[in-house]
Nanobody
C-alpha cells in the first residue's frame, strides 16, 4: 500500500500563488508516476499534472500548462504543485495520486490522498 497526504491548500486571492505538497509513504517503490487531480463542486475530477518518479518527465493538462509546475523530491518522497496566476475557476479540492504506469485519467491511478482545498477569491 501507498499512503498519500496532501498539504498546502488554503485561501488565496486571484493572481496569487500556492504550493501544494504530497507526502508519500509505504510501498513507495511500487509506483512509477504520480499525478495531481482536482475536483470542483458539481464537476468531475480532472487531471492537472503528472510526473514520472524516476527521470522527472512531466505532463500537464493544456489549460494548466504555464501556470502550474509539478516537481518531486525523490529523497523526501514528496511531490509538489506550484500554482501561479490563480483564478477563481481554479477553486477545487486538489488530490495527489500514484500509479504503477503513466496516466491522465482517474482510472489510471491506484492510490489517492484525501485532498486539500484550494479556494481562489476574486
Amino acid at each position: 500500500q501507498v499512503q498519500l497526504v496532501e498539504s498546502g491548500g488554503g485561501l488565496v486571492q486571484a493572481g496569487g500563488s500556492l504550493r501544494l505538497s504530497c507526502a508519500a509513504s509505504g510501498r513507495t517503490f511500487s509506483y512509477y508516476s504520480m499525478g495531481w487531480f482536482r475536483q470542483a463542486p458539481g464537476k468531475e475530477r480532472e487531471f492537472v499534472a503528472a510526473i514520472i518518479w524516476l527521470g522527472g518527465s512531466t505532463f500537464y493538462a493544456d489549460s494548466r500548462k504555464g501556470r502550474f509546475t509539478v516537481s518531486r523530491d525523490n529523497d523526501k518522497n514528496q511531490m509538489y504543485l506550484q500554482m501561479g496566476s490563480l483564478k477563481p475557476e481554479d477553486t477545487a479540492v486538489y488530490y495527489c495520486a500514484a500509479t504503477a504506469k503513466v496516466g491522465v485519467v482517474t482510472a489510471d491511478y491506484d492510490y489517492w490522498g484525501k485532498g486539500t482545498q484550494v479556494t481562489v477569491s476574486s
